[in-house]
C-alpha cells in the first residue's frame, strides 16, 4: 500500500496505443457507444438551437403578437426540447450500463490474468502496486467513461456551434473571442502542469503517510508494549502536516481554474462589449446582433472549462488504463506441459484411468506420435541433477545440486536462513524454472507435466499461513472443495486442531477475518496442516510448517500425517531438529550446496555440522 | 453529522469563513456584470456616448480584476480549509486510535481502519475543497436572481413558482434514494478489494492448491455484484441531468408562452422577457449545482459516519482507576483470573489462574499451542483485561498503576516482533530515547548481539529496513530482547522469543540476565525444556488451565505432560 497512487497522475507514455486498447473493450458494445454518440449530437442540438431560436420566436411572433404562430412555434420547440431532453436521458443511462459492463470486463481480465502471473512477479512488485491496479486506476478509468466521454464530445460541439455562431453574427468581433479562448486555453494548461506538480507531491505525501500507518498497524503490540505511543504521534504529527500542505497546494491551484477562466471571460466580454458598442456607434453592426453576440460570449467560457476539465480526467484515465494493460501483457506463467494426472484403478494387474475417485494416481504420458498415452504411476520419486538456480540470474542460489528423494520416503531438509531450502522446494512444484540440470518426477521432466496437475500432486504447507475470509470449515475446505464435513473434522483431528476449533465461539462455523487474525501462530498452523490433510496429496511438503507449534502437539501431527501419508513422500523443512529427527534421509544444506546427508544416528556419528547443530554449538542463521 | 465533522475544522474555521466570503462576493459581481453591460449596450450604445461605453467598460475590466482575485483567494482558502479539516480528522482519529485495546482494533480490524484513516478522510476534504464554490454561490445566485426576477415581473414569476418545486422535488427524491445505494455500493466495492488482497498475500497458497479457477469464480460473483451495484447507484444520480433539462426547457416555453401573453396585454416589455429568461435559467442552474453539492455530501456522509465510529469507540482499557503510583518491586500475582477474548464466547481462554511470582524470581511457562500461554501474560502490561479476578503487581491491581508507568515497568519481548525501518541503534533505543551508549553496550552484551555486532555491514548504524530483512531470525530476537532490556524494566517477559537463538547462546543470554540483573522479575515462555528448566518455576498451562507448577526435577517426577514433552525433546543427545 505504501505506493498508494504513487504515480497516479501522471500522464500515459503511449497515448495511442492505450487508447486503442482501451477502445478495444468498447468495441464489443460498438453500436450502443455509436448510438450514445448520436444521442449526444442530439442533446447538443436540441440545447444550441433553443438557444439560438429564442430571437426569431421574439421577433417573429411575439413583437407583431402572432399569438397563433407563437403557440406553433412553442409546440415546435417543446418537441425538439423533449427529444433533447429525452436524448440526454437516454445517453446518459446507456453510457452508464455499457460504462459499468466495460469496467466489469477489464476488472475481470485483470484478475484471471493476475492468476495466472509467475511469482516472481509478485517477488518484484508491492501487493500495494497491485492492489492499486485494481481499485484506484480502475476506477479513475470508470470515473472517465462515466462521465468525460460524453462530456467531451458534448463541450467540443457546445464550444464549436457558439464560436460559429458567433462568426455568423460578427467575423471581427470573433477574432477577440478567439484571442481570449486562446489565452484562458493556455492558462488551463500551464496551471494544469502546475497543479499537477503539487498533485504528485501530495500523493508522495499520502503514500508516506500510508506507509507509517501500516508499519505501526503491523507492529502494534510493541508499541504498546514500549509505551512508544506519544512518540508515534509526533511522527504521525509531521508527516500529517507534510500531507496537509501538499495537498492544500495542490487543490489551491485545482481550484484556481474555474474563476480564473471565469474573470477571463468577464475581462473577454467587457472588451467584447465595447469594442461591440463601438462598431454599432460606427454602423458596423446593428444593436439586436450585438445584444446576443454578448450572450454567446458569455457562454463561451464555460464549455472550455470542462472540455479541457474533461480532457484532463481523460489523461488521468488513460494513465490508469496503460497501467492496467501493462499488467495485463505482463508475461504469464510458461505452461507447456502435456502429461497429465489422472485416477487409476489396478484391473487384473494392468493400471486403467478411471473418474472414481481411487486414491491412486498416476500420469498420463501422450505418445510421442500423439496416438495414445501410457500410464506412469505416481509415486513421488522426485530427482534433481545437478540444478542451478537464482532468483535473479547473477545471484546464484542452488549451486548444482543433485538429490534423490526414494519414493515413500520422509525427506528432510535443514540449513540456515538463505541456505535454499525453501527455493528446493519452490522449484519442485515449478513456482520458479530452474537455469540448467533437470528435475524429473516418476522420471518425468517436470517441464512436460502440466502445472496444475504437478502442483495438484503436491500439497504444500508453507512458512506464511494465510488464511482467507470465511468459517474455519471453509479455510480447511481449501484443500479439497468437495471435502464432506466429516472429512474436514477427520483432517483437523489429525493436525491436532479439533480441539481448538470446537473451544472457538461457533465451533466449524467460526467466521474468521483478515487473514484469521484473532488466532495464534501456532492455531494457523495448524489450520493449514489441516487444509494439507484434507487434500490427502501423493506428496506432501512441510516447509517450517510447525515452527510456532510446540514440540508434543507437533509428535501428534506427526503420527496422525505419517500415517495418511504412508507409503507417500514427504519433504520437511525446519529450523527445529526435533521436527527433522525421524526422516529417513536428513540433508543439511549450506549456501547452496548439500554438505552432509544421510539419517540422524549416521549424521550424529559423522560428527560433522548436523552434529554441531544438534549438541546447540552452532546457530542457524 | 455534518456539524460535528465541521466542529473538527478547529484553527481553519476562519479560512472556511474567508473562503465563503470571497465566493459570495464573487458570485454578486457575476450578477453585477450582467447590469454593467445591459447600461453600456441600451445607454451607451443607444445614446452614442463613447465616453459612457469605455467607462462602462472600465467598471467590467475592473469588476473582472476583483473577481480574480476573490477566485483565486476563494481556492486557496476553500483548499486550506478543507485539508485543514482532513489533518485535524486524521489527527483525531489517529489519537484515539493510540489508545485503543486489541479488543478495540479486532472490532475494527486493521486493515479498515487503515482505509478509514486514509481515503475516507480524503473523500471528506475533497468535498469541502471543492464543494464549498458550488455550495456557496449556489444558494447566493438563488436568492439574488430570484429576487430580480420577481422586480422584473411578478406576474411572470408563476411560471418560476410551479419549476422550482417540480425541480427540487426531483433531485430531493434523487438524492434521497441514491444514499443507500451508494452506501451498497461502497460495500460491494469493500468485498472486491477484500477478495483481491486475500488472493494476493495468499497467492503461494492459491498457485500451491491450483485454486485459480475458484479464486476466479469467487471474485467474479463480488464483480458482478459491484457492477449491478454500482450501476444501479450511478443510473439514479445520472437522472440528475435530464430531470434539469425537463424543468428547464419546459420553463423556457411556458415563459415564452405566457410572457407573450402578457406582452400582448401591454403588461410587459420584450427587454424584460428576455432579461427574465436568463434569470430564471440561473435560478434553476444553481439549484442544479445545489443538487449535486448534496451528491457529493451523501458519499462523504457514510465517510463521515465510519470516522465518527472509530472516534466515539468506547474504549475499554483506561487509566480510570489508576493512582499516582510506580511499579516498586516487581512481584506479581494471579488471583482466580478467568478471561476469554468475545464476551459473547462461550467457553473461557484462561480459567481460574492462580500463580506467585517473586520478585527477582524466573518463571517458565510451557504448554502446547493454543494453551493460552501468551494470553496468560499479555494480562500483565494489561494489553487485554481480564474479566475475572486479579492480576497484581506488588499486591496492588494492575489498573491502578497508571497505564504508562505500567507498561515502562514491564518489558515484554513478543511472539511475532517487529523492527521497524531505521538503523539498529534507532531500534535498540526504541524504548528509552535518552540511554546512553554505555547503557546500549551493556544491553547488548547480555543479549548477546556484541556477537554479531561486528559482522554487520555498519555496525550500529546498520539499516533494519522494514521488519528487519537484514538479520537472521535469532539476530532479530537478540536484538528485540536488548531493546526491551535497554528500559530497564521491574518485569521482562519474553514470549518466545530465543526460538530461533541456538541452545548454547540461549544459555549464555540466561546466565546473563541473572548474573546482570538478579532483581528483575523475569517470564519465560518456551516450547524448548532447556530454555526453561533452570527456572525457580515452571508453570504448565493445558487448555487455559494451571496443570502444575514446580521445579524441573519435581515436574519431571510427578507431571505426565511435563515428561511427555521432555522425552519429545530428549532423544538422541542429552540435554
Not at chain 1, 515449478?430 to 517441464?447: L, M, P, S, V, W
Not at chain 1, 515452527?547 to 500415517?563: H, N
Not at chain 2, 501474560?377 to 497505564?403: C, F, H, N, S, W
Request: proline share 2%; aromatic share 8%.
Amino acid at each position: 500500500m505504501a505506493q498508494y497512487r504513487y504515480d497516479g497522475y501522471k500522464r500515459p507514455k503511449n497515448t495511442k496505443k492505450t487508447l486503442f486498447h482501451l477502445l478495444s473493450y468498447l468495441g464489443h458494445h460498438k453500436w450502443l457507444f455509436l448510438l450514445v454518440g448520436i444521442l449526444v449530437f442530439i442533446s447538443t442540438g436540441a440545447s444550441l438551437m433553443g438557444t439560438y431560436l429564442l430571437k426569431p420566436v421574439i421577433n417573429r411572433f411575439i413583437m407583431p403578437g402572432d399569438m397563433k404562430g407563437l403557440v406553433e412555434a412553442v409546440i415546435g420547440m417543446g418537441i425538439m426540447y423533449l427529444c433533447g431532453a429525452l436524448a440526454t436521458l437516454g445517453y446518459n443511462q446507456l453510457m452508464i450500463k455499457s460504462a459499468q459492463t466495460v469496467v466489469q470486463e477489464i476488472r475481470r481480465d485483470l484478475f484471471v490474468h493476475v492468476q495466472k502471473l509467475p511469482l516472481k512477479y509478485f517477488d518484484a512488485h508491492t501487493h500495494g502496486e497491485l492492489m492499486s491496479r485494481f481499485t484506484n486506476d480502475v476506477d479513475t478509468v470508470q470515473e472517465a467513461m462515466n462521465n468525460s466521454f460524453a462530456m467531451i464530445i458534448q463541450s467540443f460541439l457546445t464550444l464549436t456551434g457558439t464560436v460559429v455562431m458567433m462568426m455568423v453574427l460578427s467575423v471581427r468581433l470573433s477574432l477577440i473571442v478567439v484571442v481570449f479562448l486562446v489565452l484562458m486555453f493556455a492558462f488551463i494548461r500551464f496551471n494544469g502542469s502546475r497543479s499537477r506538480k503539487y498533485f504528485q507531491r501530495q500523493q508522495a505525501e499520502l503514500g508516506r503517510i500510508n506507509g507509517f500507518v501500516e508499519e505501526m498497524m503491523a507492529g502494534q503490540k510493541v508499541e504498546k508494549v514500549f509505551n512508544h505511543e506519544k512518540k508515534d504521534f509526533e511522527n504521525f504529527c509531521v508527516l500529517n502536516e507534510n500531507l496537509r500542505r501538499e495537498s492544500t497546494s495542490a487543490l489551491a491551484y485545482t481550484g484556481m481554474q474555474v474563476p480564473t477562466v471565469v474573470s477571463l471571460s468577464y475581462l473577454n466580454y467587457a472588451v467584447s462589449a465595447c469594442a461591440g458598442g463601438l462598431f454599432t456607434l460606427a454602423g458596423l453592426m446593428d444593436l439586436g446582433s450585438l445584444a446576443s453576440y454578448l450572450v454567446y460570449v458569455r457562454q463561451s467560457a464555460m464549455p472550455l472549462n470542462q472540455f479541457t476539465q474533461q480532457v484532463n480526467l481523460l489523461m488521468t484515465a488513460l494513465a490508469g488504463a496503460e497501467r492496467i494493460f501493462d499488467l495485463m501483457e505482463a508475461e504469464p506463467e510458461v505452461d507447456e506441459g502435456d502429461v497429465t494426472l489422472c485416477n487409476v484403478k489396478e484391473e487384473n494387474g494392468n493400471l486403467a484411468e478411471t473418474a472414481e475417485r481411487t486414491g491412486c494416481f498416476a500420469w498420463k504420458v501422450p505418445d510421442e506420435k500423439g496416438a495414445g498415452a501410457s500410464l506412469v504411476p505416481l509415486k513421488g520419486d522426485v530427482r534433481f541433477e545437478q540444478v542451478v538456480f537464482g532468483y535473479v540470474p547473477e545471484k546464484k542460489i542452488l549451486n548444482g545440486i543433485s538429490l534423490y528423494a526414494k519414493p515413500g520416503q520422509k525427506i528432510a531438509f535443514v540449513g540456515s536462513t538463505g541456505a535454499g531450502k525453501t527455493t528446493i522446494i519452490n522449484l519442485i512444484n515449478r513456482f520458479y524454472e530452474i537455469q540448467a540440470g533437470t528435475i524429473t518426477y516418476d522420471g518425468i521432466d517436470i517441464r512436460r507435466i502440466k502445472k496444475d496437475d504437478l502442483r495438484h500432486s503436491l500439497a504444500m504447507v508453507i512458512q506464511e499461513t494465510h488464511l482467507f475470509t470465511g468459517t474455519i470449515a471453509d479455510n480447511i475446505r481449501y484443500g479439497k472443495l468437495d471435502a464432506t464435513d466429516e472429512e474436514i473434522r477427520e483432517a483437523a483431528r489429525i493436525a491436532s486442531a479439533d480441539s481448538f476449533i470446537r473451544r472457538l465461539p461457533d465451533g466449524y462455523d467460526t467466521m474468521l477475518h483478515s487473514d484469521g487474525s484473532n488466532l495464534s501462530q501456532g492455531q494457523r498452523q495448524l489450520l493449514a496442516i489441516a487444509r494439507a490433510a484434507v487434500a490427502r496429496p501423493p506428496v506432501l511438503i512441510l516447509d517450517e510448517a510447525t515452527s510456532s507449534i510446540d514440540t508434543r502437539t507437533e509428535r501428534l501431527i506427526e503420527k496422525g500425517m505419517d500415517a495418511i501419508m504412508d507409503g507417500r513422500t514427504v519433504f520437511v523443512i525446519a529450523h527445529r531438529l526435533s521436527t527433522v529427527r525421524n526422516s529417513k534421509a536428513i540433508m543439511v544444506l549450506e549456501q547452496g550446496e548439500i554438505i552432509e546427508r544421510g539419517d540422524h544416528e549416521s549424521l550424529l556419528e559423522q560428527k560433522g555440522r548436523y552434529y554441531q547443530l544438534y549438541t546447540g554449538q552452532f546457530e542457524l542463521e | 453529522m455534518l456539524i460535528r465533522l465541521f466542529s473538527y475544522m478547529k484553527q481553519y474555521k476562519k479560512y472556511a469563513v474567508l473562503a465563503m466570503i470571497c465566493i459570495t462576493a464573487e458570485g454578486i459581481l457575476e450578477l453585477l456584470v450582467p447590469l454593467i453591460m445591459a447600461d453600456l449596450v441600451d445607454v451607451g450604445v443607444a445614446s452614442g456616448d463613447t465616453a459612457y461605453i469605455y467607462e462602462k467598460g472600465a467598471q467590467m475590466v475592473v469588476c473582472a480584476v476583483i473577481a480574480l482575485i476573490l477566485g483565486v483567494g476563494s481556492a486557496r482558502f476553500a483548499a486550506l480549509a478543507g485539508q485543514g479539516l482532513g489533518a485535524e480528522l486524521r489527527r483525531a482519529e489517529y489519537e484515539k486510535l493510540q489508545h485503543f485495546s486489541f479488543s478495540n482494533i479486532d472490532h475494527f480490524r486493521t486493515s479498515s481502519l487503515v482505509t478509514r484513516l486514509t481515503s475516507d478522510v480524503t473523500n471528506i476534504q475533497n468535498t469541502v475543497s471543492m464543494g464549498m464554490r458550488p455550495f456557496c454561490r449556489g444558494p447566493v445566485m438563488l436568492v439574488a436572481a430570484t429576487g430580480i426576477a420577481f422586480s422584473i415581473n411578478h406576474t411572470l414569476a408563476v411560471v418560476f413558482f410551479i419549476a422550482l418545486p417540480i425541480l427540487a422535488a426531483a433531485l430531493f427524491v434523487i438524492t434521497m434514494k441514491v444514499r443507500p445505494l451508494y452506501s451498497r455500493m461502497q460495500g460491494a466495492i469493500d468485498t472486491v478489494n477484500r477478495i483481491i488482497q486475500e488472493n494476493l498475500t495468499a497467492i503461494r497458497v492459491v498457485k500451491a492448491c491450483v485454486r485459480g479457477d475458484h479464486e476466479i469464480a469467487k471474485f467474479e460473483e463480488g464483480n458482478q455484484e459491484l457492477r449491478t451495484q454500482s450501476e444501479t447507484a450511478f443510473r439514479l444520480a445520472a437522472l440528475n441531468m435530464p430531470a434539469m433539462q425537463f424543468v428547464m426547457y419546459g420553463t423556457i416555453l411556458g415563459i415564452l408562452l405566457y410572457g407573450g401573453e402578457l406582452i400582448q396585454i401591454g403588461n410587459m416589455q420584450i427587454g424584460d422577457l428576455t432579461g427574465f429568461l436568463s434569470y430564471v435559467l440561473q435560478i434553476l442552474n444553481s439549484l442544479m449545482m445545489i443538487s449535486n453539492v448534496f451528491l457529493m455530501m451523501t458519499r462523504s456522509i457514510a465517510s463521515g459516519e465510519r470516522i465518527m465510529e472509530v472516534i466515539d469507540e468506547k474504549i475499554d482499557i483506561t487509566d480510570e482507576q489508576a493512582k499516582d503510583i510506580e511499579v516498586e518491586r516487581g512481584d506479581i500475582s494471579f488471583e482466580h483470573v478467568w478471561f476469554k477474548y468475545k464476551k459473547d464466547a462461550k467457553e473461557y481462554v484462561l480459567s481460574d489462574i492462580n500463580l506467585r511470582i517473586q520478585a527477582g524470581q524466573t518463571v517458565g511457562i510451557i504448554g502446547q499451542t493454543g494453551s493460552a500461554k501468551s494470553t496468560l501474560v499479555q494480562l500483565i502490561p494489561r494489553l487485554y483485561e481480564t474479566e475475572q479476578g486479579a492480576v497484581k503487581i506488588d499486591g496492588i491491581p494492575v489498573q491502578e498503576y497508571p497505564m504508562e508507568h505500567l507498561r515502562d515497568a514491564i518489558a515484554m519481548v513478543l511472539q511475532k516482533n517487529t523492527l521497524f525501518s531505521g538503523s539498529l541503534l534507532a531500534n535498540l533505543k526504541w524504548g528509552r530515547e535518552d540511554a546512553s551508549m554505555e547503557e546500549v553496550e551493556e544491553v547488548c552484551r547480555i543479549a548477546c548481539v556484541d556477537e554479531f555486532l561486528e559482522r554487520l555491514p555498519e555496525g550500529y548504524d546498520t539499516e533494519m529496513g522494514q521488519g528487519g530483512v537484514n538479520v537472521s531470525g535469532g539476530q532479530k530476537q537478540r536484538i528485540c530482547i536488548a531493546r526491551a532490556l535497554l528500559k530497564k524494566p521491574k518485569v521482562l517477559i519474553l514470549d518466545d522469543s530465543t526460538s530461533a537463538v541456538d541452545t548454547a547462546t540461549e544459555r549464555k543470554i540466561r546466565e546473563r540476565l541473572a548474573e546482570y540483573l538478579p532483581f528483575m522479575t523475569k517470564i519465560i515462555i518456551a516450547q524448548r525444556i532447556s530454555s526453561v528448566r533452570d527456572a525457580d518455576q515452571i508453570v504448565i498451562l493445558d487448555d487455559g488451565k494451571i496443570s502444575d507448577i514446580g521445579t524441573h526435577e519435581e515436574l519431571l517426577e510427578r507431571s505426565e505432560i511435563y515428561q511427555q514433552i521432555y522425552d519429545s525433546q530428549k532423544e538422541g543427545v542429552e540435554l
